[in-house]
């Protein structure tokens, strides 16, 4: 059983306010007198996210950037933040003072106050957990369930870098360009939150492969969705079918992943043009169900794992 069915199963069942969206999308929304505010929570562990000897203070820019790409994906701006942190003991307090630096700036970076959180000893590797809120603009949160068929599908950025900055370090090459890919993704900047509420009908981030979160935004919406393996953006330039098949089923990249109409072409390509942010268009979204996948203008057959899952 996997995590998705996890949370469909036992927890979904659990959960009765309207702003969870039935744990169906990637924050929750809550309302405060000030407007709509979005929250959302994401963990690393040590040899499951990151390498035991990768640096602290890259892990915790991981960890701020892997809430950030949630919350700017919703077309929201991050605000407060919860850290909680179960530190080994066989790691030297040096450590931890480099990785509370680190933490530090890029919360600073991203305009994002510590509030408070947890700290615990962790008998067995390094365990962080960040819950980040969000300032949600006039328009509320962009779902994932906006989407509408005829929709484009757009993703920012570049995809597989993360893949092949892990490849790089699983063989020892440390110097590989990609390995800060891995280490401290690059998310799309924060201007592209005022596009995405200009023009965007669903959103999310793309943590666990483009293909197989191109798969959920269609759900969510009740859609098909076409992807064009031809012109995604692939780190690298990928040209095989294996290859880019890997890459956009990996994860990672924390890239951010929208739909919208036609008709809005033009005046994302002018916003993303004056704010110097890659958009690519991929795809598009139709009635019906399910993932296809061309190259070459021809169907090909997916593998039956496209994206990250524990479990």
């Known amino acids: 059983m996997g995590e998705r069915d996890w ?26 007198p000030s407007g709509p505010v979005i929250a959302t929570v994401d963990a690393l562990v040590e040899g499951v996210h990151f390498f035991p000897d990768d640096p602290v203070d890259t892990i915790a820019r991981k960890l701020v950037r892997a809430n950030v790409s949630d919350i700017i994906a919703k077309g929201a701006r991050p605000l407060e933040a919860l850290l909680t942190l179960g530190w080994p003991g066989t790691r030297p307090e040096e450590q931890l003072a480099r990785f509370a630096a680190a933490l530090g700036d890029e919360l600073s970076s991203w305009g994002i106050r510590l509030i408070g959180g947890d700290t615990t000893a962790s008998p067995q590797g390094l365990f962080l957990s960040l819950t980040l809120t969000g300032q949600s603009g006039p328009g509320g949160v962009i779902r994932r369930s906006g989407a ?27 110097d590989d360009p990609h390995v800060a890919a891995y280490r401290e993704p690059q998310l799309a900047p924060l201007a592209i939150t005022g596009l995405l509420r200009d023009c965007a009908t669903g959103s999310m981030d793309v943590s666990d492969g483009l293909l197989g979160d191109a798969r959920m935004l269609a759900e969510a919406s009740g859609l098909s969705v076409t992807v064009d393996l031809d012109a995604v953006p692939y780190a690298g330039g990928a040209s095989t079918l294996e290859e880019r098949l890997a890459l956009a089923s990996w994860g990672d990249d924390y890239q951010v992943l929208f739909a919208a109409p036609e008709s809005v072409t033009s005046r994302i390509l002018a916003y993303a043009g004056e ?23 021809a169907r090909v057959n997916l593998p039956e794992r496209l994206g990250f899952e524990h479990g």
């Open 275 to 297: 704010e110097g942010i890659k958009v690519t268009q991929i795809g598009s979204f139709a009635s019906g169900a399910g993932l296809t996948a061309c190259m070459d203008g």
């Open 148 to 174: 509408q068929a005829g929709d484009r599908l757009w993703v920012t950025g570049a995809i597989g870098a993360a893949l092949l900055g892990y490849r790089a370090l699983r063989d020892g090459r440390v």
């Open 7 to 32: 949370i469909s199963r036992y927890f979904a069942p659990l959960v009765a306010s309207p702003g969870a969206a039935a744990l169906r999308d990637d924050v929750a929304e809550l309302s405060t």
